[in-house]
Every structure is written in structure tokens, then in C-alpha cells.
């Protein structure tokens, strides 16, 4: 089956516009996963969605950023008013047994 | 705050020989930790993972070795080829989580042909 998808693979957008990334989990993954990598480091865990349980939100670097994913299945990240520190890859891992994370290609974004 | 880190940031190896990246974690309370492998351009890739009750697992020419006395953790690559030339991350379940991974900076391993 397919794995992970993201769109946009790349996003160009202007300082103080809002985006929307998007993450198409595997299909029967309970878990989706958002991650920020910045140039040249590590993940910094973002979200955690789990079913239908409240989601973790203690990586989200500021109210600016806020995730939702409907129906237990697709995943929209949104950061309004972007900022030049936003650019980095944003990248979605969705899992069924718990730590066995798949992610997706990523979304490269660049804030002008 | 507690975190995981990597002694090298780059590794150049030749065709053939073997490869070992190492990790040093310092959360004692993690129990569960993971190597991705990182393709440019890609997302992380499973590699292997190993639990705190083990100190080795070995895959498909992968090892990972895991001494919890001095907090390491390594990742062998066996006869190593052009295709391992990737970043390779360890992460750890931040202090015993089911879910939340903590993730190392990475090593850039290269292979010369």
C-alpha cells in the first residue's frame, strides 16, 4: 500500500501569510506525527494525534501554529502569519503499533 | 532538559568496510530507542530499534548496540555500500514515553567508492 503523503513537496510564501501543509497518513495508522526539521538538525516533535483522544500539543513553538486532523485520518498543519524562523521541512509520521513511526517526504518551507 | 546527541557529525567510510555511528542519550527513564536513516531530499526511514531489557539486536547487516551503564548507543553497518551514504538519527522515547521521540542531530555517514 502507499505510504505517507505530504503536500505541498515545496511551499514559497511571503513573511506574514498563512499556509497549510497537509499529511495523508497509511491507511489504518490510528497515530499521525508532526516534526520540524531545520537545516542541518534533528526532529523537533510538533503534535501527536491518537484516535480520538485530545491531541499533544506541547511542541507547537507558538499560538501561531495549530494542527487538526479530521476523521481520524488526513492531517492539516497551519501556521498563520509566517515568519522567516519558520522556514524548515515539516515533516508527518503516522504509526499503528506504538514508536514504529513511518514518515512522509516532507514539506519544504521557505518564508520570504 | 534531557537530550540525545552524537559524538560525530560526519563519518566518511570506504566501500567495503564496516561503519559504526554512535549516540549518547541521557534520559536514564528512556526505554526504547530507534535508528532512522535519512536520504536526501526524503523522510527518515526505520532502520532498527532495540528495547532497554536488550543490549543487542542485529538486523540485515545492521547492528545497534545499546550499553545503558554509560548511556550509548550504536548503529554498525556491515560491508558498508554507496546506498548507507545518508544522515543517520538515533532518537529515544523521551523518559519512557509510548509515543513522543526525542531525536539526536544526526551523522552525515558518506561512502567512498
Known amino acids: 500500500g502507499a505510504g505517507v503523503s505530504q503536500s505541498p513537496s515545496n511551499k514559497v510564501t511571503e513573511k506574514g501569510k498563512d499556509v497549510e501543509l497537509r499529511c495523508d497518513p497509511i491507511?489504518?495508522?490510528?497515530?499521525l506525527y508532526w516534526y520540524r526539521q531545520s537545516l542541518g538538525q534533528g526532529l523537533e516533535f510538533l503534535i501527536y494525534?491518537?484516535?480520538?483522544?485530545?491531541?499533544?500539543k506541547s511542541g507547537l513553538p507558538s499560538d501561531r501554529f495549530s494542527a487538526e486532523r479530521t476523521g481520524g485520518s488526513v492531517s492539516t498543519l497551519t501556521i498563520q502569519r509566517t515568519q522567516q524562523e519558520d522556514s524548515a521541512v515539516y515533516l508527518c509520521?503516522?504509526?499503528?503499533?506504538?514508536?514504529?513511526?513511518?514518515f512522509g517526504p516532507g514539506t519544504r518551507l521557505t518564508v520570504l | 532538559g534531557e537530550s540525545v546527541g552524537l559524538h560525530l557529525p560526519t563519518l566518511s567510510v570506504q566501500e567495503g568496510d564496516n561503519s559504526i555511528i554512535n549516540c549518547a542519550y541521557s534520559?536514564?527513564?528512556?526505554?526504547?530507542f530507534i535508528w532512522y536513516k535519512q536520504e536526501s531530499g526524503k523522510g527518515p526511514q526505520f532502520i532498527i530499534d532495540?528495547?532497554?531489557?536488550?543490549d543487542k539486536r542485529q538486523g540485515q547487516r545492521v547492528t545497534v548496540l545499546l550499553n545503558k551503564t554509560v548511556k550509548h548507543l550504536s548503529l554498525q553497518i556491515a560491508a558498508t555500500q554507496p546506498g548507507d551514504s545518508a544522515v543517520y538519527f538515533c532518537?529515544?522515547?523521551?523518559?519512557?514515553?509510548?509515543?513522543?521521540?526525542?531525536f539526536g542531530k544526526g551523522t552525515l555517514l558518506t561512502v567512498n567508492p
Open positions: 509520521a503516522s504509526s499503528f503499533r506504538l514508536n514504529e513511526q513511518f
Open positions: 491507511s489504518g495508522h490510528t497515530a
Open positions: 494525534f491518537q484516535g480520538n483522544s485530545a491531541p499533544d
Open positions: 534520559n536514564s527513564a528512556s526505554d526504547y
Open positions: 532495540i528495547r532497554s531489557n536488550m
Open positions: 532518537a529515544e522515547n523521551s523518559g519512557g514515553s509510548n509515543y513522543k521521540l526525542t
